[in-house]
């Protein structure tokens, strides 16, 4: 398996390895948490090729778990590996993509996609947004997030609660446990009245405390212009958040972002989701 690069993909429950052996492209198929039971992979098509320059192109096609035809908007969940080995078949490094599928207990923890049809692939990107379940809103483009944290943070998206997701994982050593992602404000954000959005937030171990539960504006120097506070109950419902932002004397005009989290007390991981961001007029 190791003899050169491979890769690693679950898809639906089942974990595949592709890869270019001696003997060809070969696919094995293995349960979600034990390797060594066998899966068949009847049905799905693959090929492996390696260019004279050393890269290596995997093509694979997954035929539908329930045995129909896949159609658009079908969810199913997916992430791959890919590993890095020499000649030797020593692996010299990898990656993931989206989830650490090379640990068992991620696996489960792998995001759904939404499936597209042939059109709505060669449409422009504000068709694919609006085609898909997910409002990928500006709020919802990943790219116009960023981690701000003094632990680790990932940044996700959850199809079903059509959200976004920052996972942040404090370490021993974090005394001072905050995390506070930044979103990018639009030109239209800029003129607003008000700032809308709806968020949760759940600790392990749970009900260790919040405090400092705030959404704080910073212009393009850096600088903090603005803070407004509000309350995040700790639930796995989501509280609606209304906040005036002429209340508070600052000029949005100047904000280049927004940063909206909270401290924790002393729990090693947090999880926020939050979901329909928007700037806008409360009368509309």
Request: hydrophobic letters at 35%; a positive charge.
């Amino acid at each position: 398996m190791w003899e050169q690069d491979s890769m690693q993909i679950w898809f639906s429950g089942t974990l595949y390895d592709l890869a270019l052996t001696s003997g060809g492209a070969k696919l094995y198929g293995h349960g979600q948490k034990d390797r060594t039971e066998s899966i068949k992979t009847d049905g799905v098509l693959y090929t492996v090729t390696r260019a004279s320059d050393g890269k290596t192109r995997y093509r694979i096609g997954f035929p539908k778990p329930d045995g129909g035809e896949w159609k658009k908007n079908d969810l199913v969940k997916f992430a791959f590996i890919i590993n890095d080995a020499d000649i030797k078949g020593e692996r010299k490094g990898w990656m993931y993509y989206l989830t650490d599928i090379g640990n068992p207990v991620e696996r489960s923890q792998s995001k759904e996609f939404i499936l597209l049809d042939n059109e709505s692939m060669e449409a422009n990107e504000n068709d694919i947004y609006n085609n898909s379940k997910i409002n990928l809103s500006w709020s919802m483009n990943l790219k116009n997030w960023m981690a701000k944290t003094s632990g680790e943070m990932k940044i996700t998206i959850d199809a079903k609660d059509n959200s976004v997701v920052f996972n942040t994982i404090f370490k021993p050593e974090n005394k001072d446990r905050w995390m506070y992602p930044v979103l990018q404000l639009s030109e239209s954000d800029r003129a607003a009245k008000y700032l809308f959005f709806e968020i949760k937030a759940v600790q392990d171990p749970p009900n260790r405390g919040f405090k400092n539960e705030q959404a704080m504006f910073y212009d393009a120097q850096n600088k903090r212009i603005g803070t407004i506070p509000y309350s995040v109950p700790q639930s796995d419902k989501f509280s609606k958040i209304i906040l005036d932002l002429n209340k508070y004397g600052f000029d949005l005009s100047k904000a280049k972002d927004v940063r909206i989290g909270l401290n924790n007390k002393d729990a090693y991981e947090v999880t926020v989701w939050i979901r329909n961001l928007k700037f806008g007029d409360k009368d509309k």
